[in-house]
């Protein structure tokens, strides 16, 4: 049975940066699809950014160009660099895994809080 478990998350000022890892176990996830979510207080969750098995990614609009997937297969560990922060960015980040090519995420982490201030 797999596990995802995020760090990084804290208090940032607006403009600065914030590096998040998700720490996988109790299964390799090298070949499957690790995402990254949010959710803000009184809104849904939404994506935020994925990377395949093969290193290729995909952004939500809103990140694009300030957020950065990655991955270190040896590691288990997936990784969201998040630069030129704002405070619409606040919000519980939570990884998942799409494991043996599903298209849905079956695996989720407990989430972390980013909280960005003005």
């Known amino acids: 049975q797999g596990q995802l478990q995020e760090s990084g998350g804290g208090l940032v000022q607006a403009g600065g940066s914030l590096g998040l890892s998700c720490a996988a176990s109790?299964?390799?996830?090298?070949?499957?699809?690790m995402g990254w979510f949010r959710q803000a207080p009184g809104k849904e969750r939404e994506f935020v950014a994925h990377?395949?098995?093969?290193?290729?990614?995909n952004y939500a609009d809103s990140v694009k160009g300030r957020f950065t997937i990655s991955r270190d297969r040896v590691k288990n560990t997936a990784y969201l660099q998040m630069n030129s922060l704002k405070p619409e960015d606040t919000a519980v980040y939570y990884c998942?895994?799409?494991?043996?090519?599903?298209?849905?995420?079956?695996?989720w982490g407990q989430g972390t809080q980013v909280t960005v201030s003005s």
């Open positions: 998942a895994a799409a494991t043996e090519g599903r298209v849905r995420y079956d695996y």
């Open positions: 109790g299964r390799t996830f090298s070949s499957s699809k």
């Open positions: 990377i395949t098995w093969s290193g290729s990614t």
